[in-house]
């Protein structure tokens, strides 16, 4: 949420855990936060898949639960997408 790039959305894939993740997500009270409970696949991939069709944006990046972003990485990368129609990934 710390992304200078302000108009994005962040899709929350809960891939079967056993943890309240929906709590955790509602306290960020904003509504670009959303989680999707998805029955449990067991890979990165399942979960980036079965959350796909929720996605309302041109773009889309993942960021594992053990990963983390510096604050200019989405601004960087769609602005690299909008200069150039010849860039596919970012």
Request: charged content about 30%.
């Amino acid at each position: 949420m710390a992304q200078t790039y302000r108009n994005l959305e962040v899709l929350v894939a809960d891939d079967g855990s056993t943890e309240d993740i929906a709590s955790v997500v509602a306290r960020f009270g904003d509504e670009r936060v959303r989680h999707h409970r998805l029955p449990h696949v067991g890979s990165a991939g399942g979960a980036r898949n079965g959350v796909m069709p929720f996605v309302h944006g041109e773009y889309c990046a993942f960021l594992d639960s053990d990963d983390e972003w510096e604050p200019e990485k989405i601004a960087r990368q769609t602005a690299v997408l909008r200069r150039d129609p010849d860039v596919a990934l970012a």
